[in-house]
């Protein structure tokens, strides 16, 4: 697998384009506008009213930022109206909804997560069991009663020196925190976030990447000097696009692949077609013959077609980050063997997506449910554009 990341302005916006074998795979922007309360800050907060009917407390974080605490999360002490403590932004605002926080702190790093409230080990499951026994082991010195770690898949190919770094500076980093958390004032900020194009140099799959092509000199500026401090072994890989004649997004057809990933209507090489309809509460998929010419009630061909939609589902689901409950409502099979094989098939295809993708089951109906872990809202609304419009 050849990797390379792309990071360009366009239409006011900073985006992170990740290519994989030629193919644009991600696409995430970073609009400053909305991104004033980032995913993974840490803030003094105060609790301003506590909701017992739904277990939940309100927190404000800022001036008139009021933020969802679920009080049933683990190792959560009882609070009360008035207190103040350490807070971290575990949800971004979607829509009306405010963001949620947590005081389980956690600390990000290219190969590891320093994780508060929980005293395990945790491996990456695609990290083989040789491999996953090898950092466990190495992790355990690390650890105490009030953190623990996850090692990401990005550990795979690193040197257990390098993991056992990263964890000595979080744990420096997060008693750092608690250290001077006492003496700041309530709704001060401990620890910002970096802007999303800078997390994205951290959290892309490692494995393959040889290239992070920057068109813009202030932000090739900015991630240099990210590079050299956090990820000196990576800095090599940084090239400055200077092709005024040609911009990046010109180049591998971005303004293309965006204006694709808004459309309803997604067209496969079978004549086929997916319809993708994100709503509240979930999104929906639902596979149509469209210009297949075939017989009727041909469970072999509708089986083919299916496979081709399944393929290309789990690309639409990580191209426009969909996230939550998402159904599937592939053509409906009467072969058991073809339905198990389908599942199989499409549990691999999401299998490749770095963000925790799994097929939960099938109704009776056919319709196929899977959940994405929500990590970044989805594209469509990063866009603030109409559907079918860039």
Known sequence: MKRKLIITSFDNKILTTNIE?????????????????????????????????????????????????????RGGAPIRSGDEFMVQISKEAVKTKQPAVTRNIS???????????????????????????????????????EYGFI????????????????????RKEYEHLTSIAGSRVCLSCLKESPAPYIS?????????????????????GQIKEYLESEQPE??????????KLLPLHKLY?????????LREKV??????????????????????????????????????INLEAAKEAAKQIRLRNLSGIIL????????????????????????????????IDITKLQLVEVTRKKVRKPLHEMLHTKKGEC
């Open 234 to 243: 990576d800095a090599k890989k940084l090239r400055l696009y200077e092709d």
């Open 200 to 220: 994205d140099l951290r959290n892309i799959y490692q494995d393959g990447l040889d290239e992070i092509i920057v068109e813009d000199k202030y932000l090739y």
């Open 328 to 359: 599937v409502d592939f053509i409906n099979l009467d072969s058991k063997d073809n339905i198990n094989r389908l599942l199989e098939a499409f549990k691999g295809y999401l299998a490749s997506d770095p963000i925790q993708t799994l097929l």
């Open 21 to 73: 074998n030629g193919e644009v795979v991600e696409i995430h922007v970073d609009d400053s506008e909305i991104s004033t309360y980032r995913l993974g800050s840490v803030y003094i907060g105060k609790v301003k009213k506590i909701v017992p009917s739904i277990h939940a407390a309100f927190i404000e974080i800022g001036k008139g930022m009021e933020c969802y605490y679920d009080m049933n999360e």
């Open 107 to 145: 600390l990000t790093g290219k190969y590891c997560v320093l994780t508060a409230g929980d005293s395990r080990i945790g491996i990456s499951n695609k990290i083989c069991a040789e491999k996953s026994d090898e950092l466990k082991k190495a992790m355990q010195p690390y650890k105490t009663r």
């Open 267 to 304: 067209w496969m090489k079978s004549g086929a077609y997916l319809v993708i309809q994100p709503t509240e509460a979930l999104t929906v998929i639902d596979v149509n013959t469209g210009k297949y010419i075939g017989k009727k009630r041909d469970d072999a061909a509708y089986f083919k």
């Open 151 to 170: 090692v990401r898949t990005n550990a795979k190919n690193c040197e257990v020196k390098e993991l056992i770094n990263e964890a000595v500076r979080l």
């Open 253 to 261: 057809s971005i303004e293309t692949k965006l204006s694709d990933a």
